[in-house]
């Protein structure tokens, strides 16, 4: 079932094909987030070179056997926060030698605020939500949760989402 449930992802022959004839060309081939066919198929066609940046956090999929079976064999992981390896480690399994814990920047360290504000439409100060628009990540509740504090406080925050 779950062979049939990556079978219904986004992925793409054309890369991996292409992978193929110039792995030699390659020391790593850094791919995520965890949640995509074209990530699994690079860590279970090239493990010894396949270094993932999963985003893994707590959602029914992340606890698929699939993941575990193709991100336990790569080369290495990339995480972006201590939680997220011992996430990684603790619940789901997946142990790897060589794995680090990167972190993540968004932005530069010295962003200009107003320019973020600018581009965002407003002189407020701004939430960011970035990520997949999909039920499970329960987006319509954020979304009635976001406007209810703005209702309660509406010169506090404005609200952003993309992904």
Excluded at 35 to 56: G, Y
Aim: a negative charge; glycine letters at 8%.
């Amino acid at each position: 079932m779950e062979e049939q449930y990556l079978n219904e992802l986004i992925h793409s022959t054309a890369l991996i094909d292409e992978l193929q004839k110039r792995i030699a060309e390659f020391d790593a081939i850094v791919a995520g987030p965890y949640l995509s066919r074209l990530t699994c198929e690079v860590a279970r066609k090239f493990p010894d070179k396949a270094i993932i940046l999963p985003c893994f956090h707590d959602e029914p999929l992340a606890r698929l056997q699939a993941w575990r079976d193709a991100y336990g064999e790569a080369a290495g992981i990339f995480f972006h926060s201590p939680q997220e390896q011992e996430f990684a480690q603790a619940v789901l399994g997946i142990n790897v030698p060589g794995s680090q814990v990167i972190g993540t920047v968004v932005g530069d360290e010295q962003g200009d605020p107003q320019r973020g504000r600018q581009l965002v439409g407003t002189d407020r100060p701004y939430v960011v939500y970035c990520g997949r628009y999909h039920p499970q990540k329960r987006l319509p509740e954020l979304i009635a949760f976001a406007d209810q504090y703005r209702q309660q406080h509406p010169d506090r925050f404005a609200f952003v989402f993309m992904g």
